[in-house]
T-cell receptor, first 115, second 114 residues
Framework: AQTVTQSQPEMSVQEAETVTLSCTYD???????LFWYKQPPSRQMILVIR??????QNATENRFSVNFQKAAKSFSLKISDSQLGDAAMYFC????????????FGKGTKLTVNP | DGGITQSPKYLFRKEGQNVTLSCEQN?????MYWYRQDPGQGLRLIYY???????QKGDIAEGYSVSREKKESFPLTVTSAQKNPTAFYLC?????????????FGPGTRLTVT
């Protein structure tokens, strides 16, 4: 069964600094997709970034970037120039191509941004 | 605006009563999903549907039921058989089969059963 592990229940960062959130996953599939979702206090789940496993280039979205290490099954999220609005729960998620496209989520990392 | 709506935002029920949570989307997405979120847990899949009139159990389907009579609607019923129904429930949708695999989420419903 596929599993997603986020080993950091909580992280904190100073405003304007950089922070990296870790995620590892376990799968026997070769084609799959990885995502980072943000859940602020409003509890609305917001897609931050996605990565296709067949792409070697790491995805970037403005201040958010990933370090995708396929062989190590690692998918970390880097937030640069952290802002107060980045404070939220961050969930790593995985799905396979085709099939049901069910998302498998990690348990989340709570990010605090200190002014 | 296109999006996913869930109603109500907060729902209170007495133990032993069935309750139905609403989920509607106007994104023209084929697939819809129901997740449950508990404190300290990620999201866990309850049921999902890829097309109208078809749905499959997720990882924690016991005590829940769904229907998919219309493409835009995927209501979830929490039955009295669900042993611990108090939780935050999230509905999501995705354009299944079009090479896009991320899911888009509604604002959620907080269900409290006493």
């Amino acid at each position: 069964a596929q599993t997603v592990t986020q080993s950091q229940p909580e992280m904190s960062v100073q405003e304007a600094e950089t922070v990296t959130l870790s995620c590892t996953y376990d799968t026997s599939e070769s084609d799959y997709y990885l995502f980072w979702y943000k859940q602020p206090p409003s509890r609305q789940m917001i897609l931050v970034i996605r990565q296709e496993a067949y792409k070697q280039q790491n995805a970037t979205e403005n201040r958010f970037s990933v370090n995708f290490q396929k062989a190590a099954k690692s998918f970390s999220l880097k937030i640069s120039d952290s802002q107060l609005g980045d404070a939220a729960m961050y969930f790593c998620a995985y799905t396979t191509q085709g099939g049901s496209e069910k998302l498998v989520f990690g348990k989340g990392t709570k990010l605090t941004v200190n002014p | 605006d296109g999006g996913i709506t869930q109603s109500p935002k907060y729902l209170f029920r007495k133990e032993g009563q069935n309750v139905t949570l609403s989920c509607e989307q106007n994104l023209n997405h084929d697939a819809m999903y129901w997740y449950r979120q508990d404190p300290g847990q990620g999201l866990r899949l309850i049921y999902y549907s890829q097309i109208v009139n078809d749905f499959q159990k997720g990882d924690i389907a016991e005590g829940y039921s769904v229907s998919r009579e219309k493409k835009e609607s995927f209501p979830l019923t929490v039955t009295s058989a669900q042993k611990n129904p108090t939780a935050f429930y999230l509905c999501a949708s995705s354009p299944h089969g079009r090479g896009v695999y991320e899911q888009y989420f509604g604002p959620g419903t907080r269900l409290t059963v006493t």
